[in-house]
C-alpha cells in the first residue's frame, strides 16, 4: 500500500533524505493504529490507546533526519506508543544496528510488540516496559537517544546526555514549545533549537513536570 506523499520540508526549512521517505513509504501505518482510524494517510496526528497519539509522518521523517541514523547505531528510544517511530528506526540502522524502545504504559508496550511483530523486523529491536525518562544507564552508552513525548519545565536532559556515546546525540521536544537537537563534540554539547511543537506529555520521575 502507498503512503501519503510526504512533505519534503519541516518547518520549510529542512528536506529529508530519500532514504528515510522511501522507508517510510513501505511502513503502513495502518498497521500501528486502532481499527478503522480516521487520516490514516494524512500527515497529521492520529488517537491510540491510552490517550496517546501516533505522530504524523513528517515528524517522525524530521526526527529520524535530526538524528542522523545509520546501520550499525546503538538506539535508545523513549516512548514506544503503538510502535511506529520504532518501525522506522529499525530499519534505518539496518544492518548491525540495536533499538532499545522503553514504553511506560504497559498496555501500549504489548501492542507496540504485536504490531512490530506484524512486520517482522522485532530482531533489532529489544522491547522495555517503564520509566525510560531516567533512560537505561545499565545498556549505555547510546550512539543515539531520542524521546517521542514532550517533556516539562523541570526535565533534566543531563541524565540522557551522560548515556550518549562520544558524537552521539540526543532529540527530545517539549510538550508545548521547541525541539532540541544536542550533540556530544570533543569541546563540550552543540545545542540547538528549532521552531513549535506539539507532543503528548512525557511520563516519569523526569519528565519535567513536577
Known amino acids: 500500500m502507498d503512503m501519503v506523499e510526504l512533505r ?7 528536506r529529508f533524505s ?5 522507508v517510510m513509504r513501505n511502513t503502513d501505518r495502518a498497521m500501528f493504529a486502532p481499527p478503522d482510524t480516521e487520516h490514516i494517510y494524512e500527515d497529521d496526528p492520529v488517537p ?9 509522518p513528517s515528524m517522525v521523517a524530521a526526527m529520524a533526519d535530526f538524528l542522523q541514523l545509520e546501520p550499525g547505531h546503538k538506539i535508545l528510544e523513549v516512548g514506544t506508543g503503538c510502535g511506529y517511530s520504532a518501525a522506522i528506526t529499525a ?8 533499538l532499545h524502545t522503553v514504553e511506560y504504559i504497559s498496555e501500549l508496550s504489548h501492542s507496540a510488540r504485536k504490531n512490530l511483530s506484524k512486520l517482522r523486523i522485532i530482531d533489532n529491536i ?10 537505561l544507564p545499565d545498556e549505555a552508552p547510546f550512539d543515539r537517544i531520542y524521546l517521542t513525548a514532550g517533556v516539562g519545565r523541570c526535565f533534566n536532559e543531563q541524565i540522557l546526555l551522560d548515556q550518549l556515546a562520544p558524537e552521539g546525540i540526543l532529540v527530545y521536544p517539549e510538550a508545548h514549545g521547541s525541539m532540541y537537537i544536542l550533540k556530544q563534540t570533543a569541546t563540550g554539547v552543540d545545542k540547538q533549537t528549532l521552531g513549535g511543537v506539539g507532543f503528548v506529555f ?3 520521575v523526569n519528565s519535567g513536570f513536577g
Open 8 to 14: 519534503r520540508n519541516y518547518l520549510g526549512i529542512h
Open 18 to 22: 530519500e532514504h528515510i521517505i522511501d
Open 48 to 56: 491510540i490507546a491510552c490517550g496517546q497519539t501516533c505522530s504524523q
Open 91 to 98: 530499519q534505518l540502522i539496518r544492518p548491525g544496528g540495536i
Open 126 to 135: 529489544r522491547f522495555v516496559t517503564g520509566d525510560g525518562s531516567i533512560g
Open 202 to 204: 512525557l511520563r516519569g
